[in-house]
Structure formats: structure tokens, C-alpha cells
């Protein structure tokens, strides 16, 4: 089983590192960072690099597609090299992924059309306009295709996924080594949760990011 | 203010992806990854390499230091030029920090005597030795010492310690953004959650590498 992570330029780490934290230690599973070219690429901080050990064209058939989210995403929604590969390792995949703002990518690749999918809160509101039923859930199963919330989600992604690939026990068993028993020192993570006048000041910022 | 991430050869990614994703968003704060020699750094699955954007020596004075936690702790319990960076860097840092097994190289470099902290709950056992009281917490703050549990558990270390640093309302905003407000599908995340056997069967693999 081959895991492709897609990364770009101006992801979000915790995006990928969640789901692969989880997903590569599947039984068999060989996981591969890929992006359109081999080589380091950098997270939207600036801060960090990882290694992408191949090009998307190096990886055509992968099993499973997990795509990041990030700032990065907007530049890439009409990018034909990113799009067309999409297309082509979901035609053969299991599993088709994303966690935040990737489920935007795989919208833009016309792969969610008439599908339910999730995203980063404040990008929901960008599926409509690709035929998908955009939902608030944290991770959404429809299909072969799995969307997760924004960037901490792909952890919750990534283990539910697992269980699907490798049983309940095995999924246990790494939330257990990754002592997956989360204790969130405050309680902001949704929106609903989250005092109002944050939750306006991150809308009024994404303004200029996402639109 | 400057924070060190220091990884080596067989780190665990989520370990520093997790406080990494929270303490790089406070306010004027630089982070850097750090490594004995710059460059890629692999983890231990083999999957996934970051890149160490300076060496040891170029970073003699964080303010906060993160250290990580993974298979490869164990080849550096007594390699001086780790420990006696470790030294150095806690001798003017404002917050010295370890994520999962991280913290037996901070108590290696005699950095815990005395104090409380806590590791992965498989390698806990591991502090007494260097006089640490070891705690079973999930993070545990000592003083400018923060340590967390295994692998996942920096996310929440990394959250509380961006509250102590940027104030608990520009914390809740990097939760709000960072959408964390986690929904493990299984509840195994811990020793006394976990199935017996599966507990069991961790602590069967453990011997051969944490001993």
C-alpha cells in the first residue's frame, strides 16, 4: 500500500504530519511526501522545510491521497500540473484525502462534485461553489473520499482512516503509542466554542487570505 | 524571541509538528528547526524528512527550547555534543522544553534534577534514574522545565506554553485557527483507556527499544 502526501508551497504542517503520524504505521504501507517537484518545501511560517522524496509524476498510482491545506492552497486552484494528477491517482486510488483547505484542491479537481466534504471553518463556505455539500463535521467519510476540519483534524482523520485500513485493534494500538489522549488546555477550537470576538477577528483576517 | 526545535536521526515528526503548529504563531517569534549538522533529518518511520536549517552551534541562545522525542533518543543519552548544547542553551533560555522521550535527554543532560516531569508513558520509568520525579501528566510545567507525554501530548504542551507566553486570548485564537478541538474516533489514547491487551503488547516491543 503506497500513502502519497501532497505538500506545496505555503502549507500547513500539522495538516500532513497528523494523518501521517497515523496512517504510516498501516502494516505494508509505504508513505511518500510528494509535491511537483522533488525536494525541501516550505510551511506558510516560513520556520520549516520538509523533504518532498518525489515528484507527483514519480507517484501516478498511489493507494491513498492525503492533501494538505494551507496558505498556499488559493495559488494552486486552477494549477493544471497539481489538478490533472489529482484526477489521475484518484482514478486509481482507495482512498482520496484531505485535511483543512486541500478538500479545496480536490473540489477545484471536480473530485467532490455531489459529494458531502469538510474543511477548514472558515473555508466551508468555498464548496458550494464546486457542487459539494459542505458539512461542519469534523472528519467526513462519503465514499472513498474522507475530508477532514481545519489542520489538527487530519490526527482524528488519520486514525479513522487507519481503522478502516487496518482494523480497530491496530488503530487503537497506535492511538495508544501516540498516547492520542488529547487534554486541550482551553476549550476554543471550534467556532461555537470559541469567545465571538475571536472568532470575528479570524473571519475579518481571512478576509484577505482566502477570498 | 527565538525558538529552537532541535531533531535528530529517528525523531518522531508529531512530537515537533504539534509545538511547532501552536509556538511559532506567538507574536514576533522566530522558530528554528536545529540538528547537530544542518540539513534533512529523518524521522523514524524512514517516510518523512525535515530539514535542520542550522546546526547546534549556530543557535547558542534560544529563549525556548523544544526538544523531540523518538526511537533515535536513546543513541544520544550520553552524546556530549547534544547534551552539552542542551546545557548551554538552558543556561539563558527562558523555557526549556521536551516533547515524549525528549525529556530523558534533558534529564541525560542533568537538566531535571529534582524536578517533576513526565515522557511517554512507556519510558517514564526511564527519569528515575536521573533523580526526576516522573508524573503520569499529560504536561507537566516545573519551573521554565515543560514536559509532555508521548507524541501527540506536545500539541497540548505547546498551547499551554503559547498561553504562558502570548497570553491565554492569543492562545485560544491559535486553537480557533488551528481548529483544535479533537474528536478521537477510539478512546485507546492512554494505558488505563487502552485495552489490556494492546497495553500489553506495546510493553512487549518497548523492551527491545527502550533498553
Chains 1, 2 share one sequence.
Do not use: N
Not at 39 to 64: K, M, N, Q
Not at 78 to 101: F, G, I, K
Amino acid at each position: 500500500m503506497q500513502i502519497a502526501v501532497v505538500v506545496y508551497d505555503r502549507f500547513t504542517a500539522l495538516d500532513v504530519v497528523g494523518p501521517y503520524e497515523m496512517l504510516s504505521r498501516a502494516p505494508g504501507a509505504e508513505t511518500v511526501f510528494v509535491a511537483e517537484e522533488r525536494g525541501p518545501v516550505r510551511t506558510e511560517t516560513g520556520f520549516l522545510a520538509v523533504t518532498a522524496d518525489r515528484a507527483l509524476a514519480e507517484v501516478p498510482a498511489p493507494d491513498v491521497v492525503v492533501v494538505s491545506g494551507g496558505p498556499g492552497q488559493s495559488a494552486l486552484m486552477d494549477h493544471a500540473p497539481l489538478l490533472d494528477w489529482l484526477r489521475q491517482a484518484d482514478a486509481t486510488s482507495t482512498w482520496t484525502t484531505s485535511v483543512c483547505s486541500g478538500s479545496l484542491l480536490l473540489a477545484a479537481a471536480g473530485l467532490l462534485e455531489g459529494r458531502r466534504a469538510t474543511s477548514h471553518w472558515l473555508a466551508l463556505w468555498q464548496l458550494g461553489a464546486f457542487g459539494v455539500e459542505a458539512t461542519g463535521e469534523r472528519v467526513v467519510f462519503d465514499g472513498k473520499y474522507v475530508t477532514a476540519a481545519g489542520v489538527s483534524s487530519g490526527i482524528d482523520m488519520g486514525l479513522a482512516l487507519l481503522g478502516r485500513i487496518a482494523g480497530d485493534d491496530h488503530a487503537r494500538a497506535v492511538q495508544l503509542g501516540t498516547e492520542y489522549d488529547p487534554q486541550p488546555p482551553y476549550d476554543a477550537g471550534a467556532p461555537h466554542k470559541a469567545p465571538p470576538h475571536l472568532v470575528e477577528k479570524l473571519r475579518a483576517r481571512s478576509r484577505f487570505i482566502l477570498t
